[in-house]
């Protein structure tokens, strides 16, 4: 189901989709679905080769320890050719791996500034252990003390997305205000 509709969304958005992908790290969240909170990463893993697998096949056969299904069509298929984009979040050197190992690139979320260069180190290292190239892969941040003068660093270690993590206020006229102030102080151009 995941994987028809993520190619949906990605065909209404016209081929604009990234799909976000984090292992999870609330037992009791698996423990209300029903599905067992250990080896979490490994069924990730294989969940996204199941839909990777869909994407890519008129008609998709995949047998994995957690999924399992013959001769499924799903469609649409995504706009990108056989993919949408997967991005993986989490900050662990774990995550990093599972970046390097099967994502489309990584979301740090709530790092500070100064811990961004050497998770994108890590996350290099880890794309050498892999033979991938680590340029392949967008790299996102949400950052915990972000200010708009330290741009051009993260851009030079790699960072292709920062991301703001503030909400505006609830009054619309508020709101719009909030974002333009946003968008001066941080210099958004519109694409």
């Given amino acids: ?26 037992a009791e969240e698996f423990a209300a679905l029903g599905v067992p909170f ?9 969940y996204v080769k199941a839909m990777r697998t869909l994407w890519a096949s008129d008609v998709a056969s995949f047998s994995g320890e957690f999924s399992r299904f013959d001769s499924v069509r799903v469609n649409p298929k995504p706009v990108r050719g056989s993919r949408v984009p997967i991005v993986l979040g989490g900050n662990s050197d774990p995550s990093l791996a599972r970046v390097a ?22 996350l290099t290292e880890q794309c050498k252990l892999r033979n991938r190239n680590p340029r392949d892969l967008t790299v996102a941040v949400a950052l915990s003390d972000a200010a708009p003068g330290d741009l051009p660093a993260l851009a030079e270690i790699g ?22 102030n946003l968008a001066s102080q941080w210099n958004v151009t519109r694409h």
């Fill in 1 to 26: 189901m995941a994987a028809k509709q993520a190619a949906t969304l990605d065909v209404l958005s016209a081929g604009r989709l990234t799909l976000g992908v984090g292992i999870g790290w609330s």
């Fill in 38 to 46: 250990p080896r979490r990463a490994q069924r990730t893993a294989e």
């Fill in 101 to 122: 190992t099967f994502g489309d690139g990584w979301y740090g979320f709530n790092l500070p500034v100064a811990a961004v260069a050497e998770r994108v180190e890590a």
């Fill in 159 to 180: 960072v292709t997305e920062v991301v703001l993590v503030a909400a505006p206020p609830l009054d619309p006229l508020a709101a719009t205000a909030w974002v333009h």
